[in-house]
């Protein structure tokens, strides 16, 4: 008996090992993979998202592009923004212009909400009618560098959008509909946006 039990032992310990082995070979292939790098254009998404809001957004299957979305830029920083990559989320234009006096009252608001909802209801700023130099000194002078900024000084997205004065907020919905495009002050512009990452 104990020498059946001891020609048996070492075949199934071998078994065992080889079957260890190849699981922590198959997790070595599937393992996690290092993350490919953040989309261009896009705010950095490791600001935690407001409680009660989906923080997990590669969970969710691509969404469908509207032809609300379908359009690039470059921006102020000089980098390359594919709205595209928005598609699934409620978003807010901002058409600004840096001498404008209501757009400077109105960007203290951007500044503040902005970061804390850019990975549920990203706040894109489209500035044109101006110098680029006056647009980069309004994003400092504002602290707005946190923010994408799209550089519009040739009007494209404004003509696109047929937006006709500053400031104007476009805020389109998580289907690409637009749903409102107009002025907002700093407490109705924070509503909306608090309203739509509850969404």
Do not use: N
């Not at 470059?74 to 989320?89: E, I, M, P, V, W």
């Not at 006096?101 to 109105?106: G, I, L």
């Amino acid at each position: 008996m104990r020498s059946s039990h001891a020609r048996r032992w070492p075949r199934r310990a071998g078994i065992a090992t080889a079957l260890v082995g190849a699981l922590l070979g198959a997790v070595s292939c599937t393992g996690t993979a290092t993350p490919p790098p953040a989309a261009v254009g896009t705010a950095p998404t490791t600001t935690a998202a407001p409680t009660g809001s989906p923080t997990a957004a590669s969970t969710r299957p691509p969404a469908a592009v509207p032809d609300t979305l379908r359009f690039t830029g470059t921006t102020l920083t000089g980098t390359a923004f594919d709205a595209a990559q928005l598609a699934g989320r409620p978003v807010v234009l901002w058409f600004w212009a840096p001498w404008c006096a209501t757009c400077a009252s109105q960007a203290w608001t951007v500044a503040e909400i902005a970061p804390q909802y850019r990975d549920t209801v990203p706040i894109i700023g489209v500035a044109g009618l101006g110098e680029q130099r006056a647009m980069k000194d309004f994003v400092t002078e504002f602290d707005l560098a946190g923010t994408p900024q799209i550089d519009d000084r040739a009007g494209a997205l404004w003509r696109r959008f047929k937006v006709t004065e500053q400031s104007t907020f476009l805020i389109i919905d998580r289907d690409g509909k637009v749903v409102h495009q107009g002025f907002l002050d700093g407490e109705a512009l924070t509503a909306r946006v608090t309203a739509l990452a509850g969404a």
